[in-house]
């Protein structure tokens, strides 16, 4: 399954799930003589019991068979971390990061047999500005789903909802971005039907090999607010014309929901109303699967954040996959979403690759996902050099390119330098990371009150506050009576004690606990191979969902804070 509804019913789109051949690579520019493996697609390649530590290069394998003459579209929505793609042999797209979504297009694929080859590499090398060995897995492998589409002469390449409240009345301003793959000059126009009505977007004429956008505002009388309690979608379905002809070349169908996101002074609302976040860190990680995580573990993994009473997910650290936030859009939970970077050292941000691999993940996460009505903050660069005059430069240019793309949503970091950051006054939304009782001895309240002045000194004065991260870890099944670090009873105390104090304070408007499931680090890079278990064990469920004691903890002061 690519989403939660049908993209695409004109354009032929075919899901390339199942099973690939596969092979490691012999040396690095190597390609296999055999496929020794047959792997599922998508999955991580830990999953097989021959690979579990396995970092290096992989080939991945398959025969396709392409129904007519087309423009031939690949569909990407995560390879893990490098991909290579191959059509027939020809080298065909390259793309970098496990957690963007990424099209490669062969222009005049002929009918037939064909055959597509994916060169995955997960390895740390000097190519790899974001992905290095941390405090969380970089799986290997094609790890989210992988379609194949017939496409036409020209395509809709993505579409961009933007909903608005004007006198009680909304509107939808809706912009989409065609493309013209064919060799000659065209004129086209786009129709969208939504919530029962039709509207054209107006006409443009493209050259050969050209883009652009043809936009529209209108009323959408009659259609109902999407919110946490209702989250109401719509199905956007828009179809590409060449100009005089009744049916669409291509089509392409989003689903929406209408709302508004602001901050006013210490408040962030939603259609107007105050929120309180009561939310959770989530890595996409789950015992045996890795973050190739099947969708029923998606629905499982809300299910359980639900139970809670959360309301809101943090994307930690990455943008996440589709299905998951398509499922927050259909069940109204929050979510921060966040560029792909954590703890990153002035020196790691001055990587020559660095700036060049944030603006692709930056862009692509934004464009892709512009559409989630879930998604209510845009973050990034977590616990980076944001303490530095250097560093702070870098968070300034990746602020600036998401407010040019998209300005209908706040954005923030999440911070960890305490009283040394430069950084409060870029953001919208202060968001603090504190470890009181667990990194250090400090009292949940003096050093939140310690951190809340510098804040407010340096720039954040009148913002809302978010507590983006706090917690303790505790080994699944590890009961003590003298409740010593790493017991279930110790990391229960300490989000009890910080939960008791955080949702009590009026200028905190979100609070987001480390983390909902413990999940795998690496041994590489760092001092993440002392955690036990080499995986960090703050999650309230270990890494096959099984609670700790801490989750009735949690309960019991989110359900009362989000009673209502
Ligand atoms: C940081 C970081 C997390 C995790 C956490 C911890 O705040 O943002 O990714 O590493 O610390 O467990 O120490």
């Known amino acids: 399954m690519i989403r939660m509804f049908e993209t695409h019913r004109v354009r032929k789109q075919q899901e ?41 290069i992989g080939f991945y394998r398959k025969t396709i068979h392409v129904s007519r003459a087309c423009n031939l579209r690949l569909e990407f929505k995560g390879v893990s971390h490098t991909a290579d793609v191959y059509f027939d042999g020809r080298h065909a797209g390259h793309h970098y990061n496990a957690f963007t979504p990424f099209a490669v297009v062969i222009p005049g694929a002929t009918q037939g047999v ?69 060799g000659a000059r065209k004129s086209f126009t786009v129709k969208v039907r939504l919530a029962g009505a039709e509207h054209e977007l107006g006409l443009i004429e493209l050259a050969a090999g050209q883009s652009g956008a043809v936009a529209k505002e209108f009323p959408c009388p009659g259609v109902k607010e999407w919110n946490s309690k209702k989250p109401e979608l719509y199905l956007l379905e828009a179809g590409l014309h060449e100009t005089g002809t009744a049916e669409p070349m291509d089509d392409l169908i989003e689903r929406v929901g209408f709302r508004t996101v ?24 789950f015992g045996i699967v890795g973050c190739a995580i099947p969708v029923q573990l998606m629905a499982k993994d809300l299910d359980l954040i639900m139970e809670t009473g959360a309301n809101s997910v943090r994307t930690s650290h990455y943008p996440n996959d589709e299905r998951f936030l398509d499922l927050c859009d259909e069940r109204g939970i929050l979510v ?14 001055r990587h020559p690759l660095f700036a060049g691999q944030c603006e692709d993940c930056i862009r692509e996460m934004v464009q892709n996902h512009f559409n989630h009505p879930s998604i209510i903050i845009w973050g990034i660069l977590n616990e980076c050099a944001s303490n530095t005059t250097e560093g702070r430069e870098m968070y300034r240019t990746q602020f600036a390119q998401i407010r040019a793309m998209d300005t209908s949503r706040p954005l923030t970091t999440a911070c960890c330098h305490h009283l040394e950051e430069l950084c409060h006054d870029l953001c919208d939304i202060v968001s603090l990371n504190i470890y ?42 590890f009961r003590d009576p003298a409740r010593v670090k790493w017991s279930e009873e110790r990391q229960a105390d300490i989000l009890d004690t910080s939960l008791e104090f955080y949702l009590g304070r009026e200028e905190i408007k979100g609070t987001y606990i480390w983390q909902f499931c413990d999940c795998r680090v690496t041994e590489e890079n760092g001092w993440f191979k002392t955690r036990p278990r080499t995986h960090n064990n703050k999650g309230v469920v270990d890494d096959y969902r099984r609670p700790k004691l801490s989750f009735e903890t949690v309960k019991k002061h989110y359900r009362k804070a989000t009673a209502g």
Request: charge should be negative; aromatic fraction near 12%; charged fraction near 20%.
């Open 262 to 285: 602001q901050v006013k002074g210490r408040d962030i609302l939603l259609n107007g109303s105050p929120l309180k976040l009561a939310g959770f860190n989530r890595h996409e990680d």
């Open 336 to 349: 921060w979403e966040e560029n792909h970077a954590r703890g990153l050292s002035l020196e790691q941000m």
């Open 114 to 182: 064909h055959e597509l080859l994916v060169r995955v590499d997960n390895t740390f090398s000097a190519e790899s500005a974001l992905h290095i060995g941390n405090d969380y897995y970089t799986y290997g492998g094609i790890i989210r789903p992988v379609a194949m589409e017939e496409a036409a002469e020209a395509i809709i390449e993505r579409i961009e909802f933007l909903p608005a409240l004007h006198g009680g009345q909304w509107q939808a301003a809706i912009k989409a971005y065609i493309s013209n793959i064919s």
């Open 16 to 56: 390339l799930e199942g099973m690939w051949d596969f092979s490691p690579a012999a040396g690095k520019d190597a390609f296999p003589a055999a496929y020794g493996y047959r792997l599922p697609v998508p999955s991580c390649w830990e999953q097989h019991p021959e690979l579990l530590t396995y970092r290096g």
């Open 436 to 477: 009181s009782k667990w990194y250090s001895e400090n009292k949940v309240d003096e050093f939140y009150h310690l951190n809340l002045k510098y804040a407010e000194a340096t720039g954040g004065a009148g913002k809302p506050i978010i507590l983006s991260e706090f917690g303790a870890a505790a080994l699944y099944g």
